[in-house]
T-cell receptor, first 110, second 112 residues
Framework: NAGVTQTPKFQVLKTGQSMTLQCAQD?????MSWYRQDPGMGLRLIHYSVGAGITDQGEVPNGYNVSRSTTEDFPLRLLSAAPSQTSVYFC?????????FGQGTRLTVV | KQEVTQIPAALSVPEGENLVLNCSFT??????LQWFRQDPGKGLTSLLLIQSSQREQTSGRLNASLDKSSGRSTLYIAASQPGDSATYLCAAGAGGSEKLVFGKGTKLTVNP
């Protein structure tokens, strides 16, 4: 089973560029979420979705957009990358309270 | 706003030692408490999930307890092994059972 798959694993962007981090799950989970992990800060919730067509903001949503057109996919978009968005990004899907995480995307904005 | 704190930030022990990792949370109205393991450069793996109505969960050498009244959870690791070396994160389910608030983690090193 693939579980939660994130692509790419690594990415370097220039300030002002845009990109989409991909997240796909094959477990038919309704709930999906995006977190960022920064040194000394722990994981913080960016956006989440309780099902196709429904998204909401988490703790640190500014600078990020999401959409959920299918149950399987939950992409995270950076419209204009900033150095402050340098981080490791994790996507998760949940079956009730039990969460399954992807391997992460390490993003560097220069 | 729920805040989760983990102490210590790092811990180094000799192989075979029993150890306890601590997690505290500020709001006792949690849905659940989870412990995760994170290896360097990897994602998070769920170890134990304690529902708010439960007091503890066990899996192999791991035992997690939950005391909502004191706002504390502990992860007990028995007979530690070098393969247990990783960062351990606790997360409180707040504002819904799936919305997790994470602590900053405890980096555990088990020395052979």
């Amino acid at each position: 089973n693939a579980g939660v798959t994130q692509t790419p694993k690594f990415q370097v962007l220039k300030t002002g560029q845009s990109m989409t981090l991909q997240c796909a799950q094959d477990m038919n989970h309704e709930y999906m979420s995006w977190y960022r992990q920064d040194p000394g800060m722990g994981l913080r919730l960016i956006h989440y979705s309780v099902g196709a067509g429904i998204t909401d903001q988490g703790e640190v949503p500014n600078g990020y957009n999401v959409s959920r057109s299918t149950t399987e996919d939950f992409p995270l978009r950076l419209l204009s990358a900033a150095p402050s968005q340098t981080s490791v990004y994790f996507c998760a899907s949940s079956l009730g309270p039990k969460a399954f995480f992807g391997q992460g995307t390490r993003l560097t904005v220069v | 706003k729920q805040e989760v704190t983990q102490i210590p930030a790092a811990l180094s022990v000799p192989e075979g030692e029993n150890l306890v990792l601590n997690c505290s949370f500020t709001d006792s109205a949690i849905y659940n408490l989870q412990w995760f393991r994170q290896d360097p450069g990897k994602g998070l793996t769920s170890l134990l999930l304690i529902q708010s109505s439960q007091r503890e969960q066990t899996s192999g050498r791991l035992n997690a307890s939950l005391d909502k009244s004191s706002g504390r959870s502990t992860l007990y690791i028995a007979a530690s092994q070098p393969g247990d070396s990783a960062t351990y994160l606790c997360a409180a389910g707040a504002g819904g059972s799936e919305k997790l608030v994470f602590g900053k983690g405890t980096k555990l090193t088990v020395n052979p």
